[in-house]
């Protein structure tokens, strides 16, 4: 079933780590890759493959006159709430009321009015400790329970299919080693949405920002006109910043910067940034706003106080698929035929699917289940998960080459 799937996978910590050097960041990722190698090969898939980068890979041959299709989610975890220990909780014909995960924990209607939208459904929560992992092995699950389906019932029609799970996404390197060649297909799919009846297309132009702060420490009983404290100057140069464009505070198509981690005393500072914008030349604005408050400061205390690092990290899809809107043709034809009112959504985010998008491979991204990712608030509905296996075996069912041509 389905949900045994999600509860299994959940079970391995595949938490990823930003200021890890390795690849993957963390051993655990390969304890789940194992799993999957090995759940690969059980079902009858050929040229399975673990590679010496932890992804996992699988094909699984089809009618020729099929489209092949790709389809992807990743092992790892977001590190903003712990993935170990993982003890998730099965609620049956959920009220609609606050879901009490543990005495000092509540996931709230009021702040998650999302959960309106689930009453009477099968729920799976966490237990108000770590982060249930949904995001992406709600992905997974539903990319392994349609691919039983499939080995199981020999009469179902479909096309040949390329599976891979990918390590490392939540830290940005999803993509680093991805091997091209071993997934050659016309195009895929991510699996790392929300509702089924979303589709993703469009997602956030991104980049981050180090900023390392060099403070002049002195004794404070005599420090009058010669300390400079770089936590002080930390301070300053966030203060710097649009207080508005602030994740908390945006949505839809609106842009932001997010203070990821912050750390120091009074010789040095160290801050990490994210900056995401739909639109390239807003993005563009952003950085200039952080280079010209570094300047500022630099300027008002004399020396090179503040060094600031931006580097880019994904950029937009959209803009791949014009003129291309057959993988999305195709998920709207689905949806219909498994009554799902078709939505396009724009990416508060960014997925794997983006970089293989503008690396040549066409790649929306579509939906798992889950809710309220990356902390102890995320759940995971099962009944729209299982709506999410059922509209991606309509999409294999209905990809013949000469309906849908790139």
């Not at 959920?94 to 543990?102: S, T």
């Not at 060649?181 to 991510?190: G, I, L, P, S």
């Not at 293989?356 to 809710?371: A, E, R, S, Y």
Request: a negative charge; proline letters at 3%; charged letters at 30%.
């Amino acid at each position: 079933m389905l949900i045994d799937r999600l509860l299994d996978y959940v079970s391995y910590d595949t938490t990823s780590k930003e200021d890890s050097t390795d690849f993957p960041s963390t051993p655990g990722q390969w304890e789940l890759a194992k799993h999957l190698r090995d759940q690969l090969v059980e079902l009858g898939l050929e040229d399975v493959v673990l590679d010496e980068h932890c992804y996992v890979y699988g094909y699984l041959p089809g009618d020729e006159n099929y489209l092949t299709i790709g389809l992807n989610s990743h092992m790892d975890t977001s590190e903003q709430a712990s993935g170990y220990n993982v003890q998730p909780r099965v609620i049956e014909n959920y009220d609609g009321k606050d879901i009490v995960l543990n005495e000092n924990v509540v996931t709230e209607v009021e702040r998650f009015p999302e959960l309106l939208d689930f009453v009477g459904k099968t729920l799976v929560v966490t237990d108000g400790k770590t982060l249930l992992g949904a995001d992406d092995k709600a992905g997974i699950a539903a990319i392994m329970q349609a691919l039983e389906i499939l080995t199981n019932d020999k009469e179902r029609k479909h096309g040949p299919i390329r599976v891979c799970f990918s390590p490392d996404e939540e830290v940005g390197r999803g993509t680093k080693y991805f091997d091209y060649d071993r997934f050659k297909v016309d195009f895929a799919y991510t699996l790392d949405g929300d509702r089924p009846c979303n589709v993703e297309y469009e997602n956030f132009n991104a980049a981050s920002a180090v900023v390392d702060i060099k403070g002049i420490s002195v004794h404070p009983g005599s420090a009058k006109n010669k300390m400079v404290n770089a936590l002080q100057v930390a301070h300053e140069f966030h203060g710097m910043l649009d207080p508005e464009a602030v994740p908390e505070k945006t949505e839809g198509y609106e842009g932001f910067n997010m203070l990821q981690y912050v750390n120091g005393e009074v010789g040095q500072a160290h801050m990490q940034y994210i900056l995401r914008n739909h639109d390239l030349d807003l993005l563009e604005k952003q950085k200039d706003d952080l280079r010209k408050a570094a300047a500022k400061l630099n300027q008002k205390y004399a020396y090179d106080a503040v060094d600031l690092k931006i580097t880019d990290s994904y950029k937009n899809m959209k803009e791949k698929f014009i003129g291309h809107m057959a993988p999305l043709d195709l998920v709207k034809d689905a949806m219909k035929e498994c009554d799902l009112d078709y939505n396009e959504v724009a990416i508060r985010g960014g997925t794997d699917g983006a970089v293989l998008t503008w690396n040549g491979i066409l790649c929306p991204n579509i939906g798992t289940g889950g809710q309220c990712f990356h902390g102890v608030h995320e759940f995971w509905c099962k009944e729209d998960g299982e709506k999410v296996v059922e509209l991606l075996l309509k999409i294999l069912e209905l990809s013949k080459k000469a309906d849908y041509r790139l």
